[in-house]
């Protein structure tokens, strides 16, 4: 049985160095948090990243479903 873990390192195999539109601008996911959130490269007021969920980004140059 895959735990909690093994969701996340998946999920970092899967979209880390991947481009994405959030809010219109292109961004690289830089990382993914142990939420589950995608880290990326876009500044924050204390951070150099910023997390968003999945739902709310689309993979620049894939066709969405």
Not at 17 to 38: C, I, M, P, Q, S
Not at 49 to 55: A, D, G, K, L, R
Not at 59 to 64: A, T
Request: net charge negative; aromatic share 10%.
């Amino acid at each position: 049985m895959r735990d909690y873990r093994d969701y996340i390192a998946d999920m970092k195999r899967k979209w880390t160095g991947k481009r994405v539109l959030f809010e219109g601008v292109a961004y690289t996911v830089v990382d993914v948090d142990y939420n589950g959130g995608l880290l990326i490269d876009k500044p924050a007021r204390f951070t150099e990243t910023t997390s968003v969920p999945e739902t709310m980004i689309s993979v620049i140059g894939e066709e969405s479903a």
